[in-house]
């Protein structure tokens, strides 16, 4: 598994190309434009080294017809041209001295480089590094950079996993955005798609099996992780996921929607993924982690090895959100009609997740298992995320949703919670526009195809109005965020309590790590964070009408009535008595108190 495939450098001036390829009888190198013979090794592998450099172009030769290399590390004319020789000596790291991360200490921020500045590079988003460090996460998160076809995808459409997209700036532009967020104290984590290849570009199928006909995905052919030939599209994936860590000191791998891998084998890739990252982490002598997306509430995910689970550091954890959202929104159509109580909410605030194997009204079954017992900073929860907000008809991020009040009441049921938090960018400052879905595909039919899934897609939620056109640049266009809005008056605000929050949640022992109750009490969710001798005890009033509650008895540490975040006034012209205070509609409060 350590053995990477396609073109490696093995010397100064001399490189070694290696491709799995069982479907071809006669299999050769173009490099340069020189065909050079390849020896055949066992397991229909072939390989040759010779003479090249960074940025030397080649194809591998399949009875004569030309194909990219399906390990490509770069593609500089993107999916249907010729692949070219990325040598990893060439980046220049200074951050010999970075150490990594621990999943408790992960603040993430999402963000999609294509979106996230106006000129949508890499070199772009290293310019607003210190934002990110002024606002207090501590690790970014990169939406998928793996080559996908034209100049606009949310990344989920990649062909060549190995291969940094070209026009957000390559394999060296990436190389310098981690490396200066390692310069900044912030760790990376990098979104990555084993579960499907997107629909234009792969020519995968030519090379070997690296699809199977036994499953089938939301998204095509299913790859293949368990059928004959599969060894090898396990160390395709697995040495993926390595030369992340390696090649560009990557700290955290996000894996996308891992319920899409099927995989029936007694030793299941995700646990084999997890096993080879850990012999390069204690190689490397750094913390790798590894955080799954999955909708299937299985705690085998993030269980160790020893107890038969696959071992992953952490995952989402999507009931936290739709219990916020639907709360917050009031919606209730599509997998919204499961939550909705103020009794889920809570259990969601003290669980991480709330269908354990209770009836899903949705899903017309049973759901999940038990996460009892888990340690809170396995759960990644979020109040938006790019598929929360991108797949919807609209696109509508929660600022269009729900007022300020909300917002602020969200932001705290996040940052106060026991879990991981991650940011979408924008979020922290009321982003207005949209995040919609875009594609830059060349095919017709295909476009034509991804237009009608998208409508029916969005049946289920009753939402009304055209879907903008995912291939229309407008779109693309649309979805670019103004990190300038942040100065604004109405926004300010926002960004000022969510970093208030983020400092307390990072200097506050209590919420450092602390362990988790909560009560409900009618409209009102209390919850209590207990660590090193400390409590603090928060009290959110989820409803149109003021409440009465007791006087904090202990210090103030955040209300989200203050004026300082675009609040009422603190509890002005509320108060109810010596004895307690009156909690404005839609708002929430904080404040320390003796451990119980």
Known sequence: MHAPIGARPVAPGSVRFEVWAPNAERVALRLDGNEIAMEPLDRGYHRATTEASHGSRYTFLLNGVERPDPASRWQPDGVHSPSAVVDPATFAWTD???????????????????????????????????????????????????????????GYDGVYPYAVQSTYGGPEGFARLVDACHAHGLAVCLDVVYNHLGPEGSYHRDFGPYFTDLYRTPWGEAINFDDAGSDEVRRYFVGNALQWFRDYHVDILRLDAIHGIVDRSAYPFLAELNDEVRELERELRRPLLLVSESDLNDVRVITGRDDNGYGHDAQWADDFHHSVHSIVTGETDGYYADFGSHDDLAEALRKGWIYDGRYSRHRQRRHGNPPDGLPPERFVVCVQNHDQVGNRAEGERLSALADHDRLRVAAGLMLLSPFVPLLFMGEEYGETAPFLYFIDHSDPDLLEAVRTGRREEFSSFGWEGEVPDPADATTFERSRIDLALRHKEGHRELFDLYRELLRLRREHPALRHGGVKTMVDGDLIWLERSGDGVSVRACFNLSDQARAVPAPAGELLVTSDDTRWGGPGAHEGAASGDDGWTLHPWSFTAWTAPTT
């Open 96 to 154: 010999d001295e970075w150490t990594g991360i621990r999943m408790a200490d992960c603040i993430f921020y999402e963000l999609h480089i294509g979106t996230f500045t106006s000129e949508g590079t890499f070199d772009a988003a290293i310019e607003h590094i210190p934002y990110l460090v002024e606002l207090g996460v501590t690790a970014v998160e990169v939406m998928p950079i793996a080559q996908f076809p034209g100049h606009r995808n949310w």
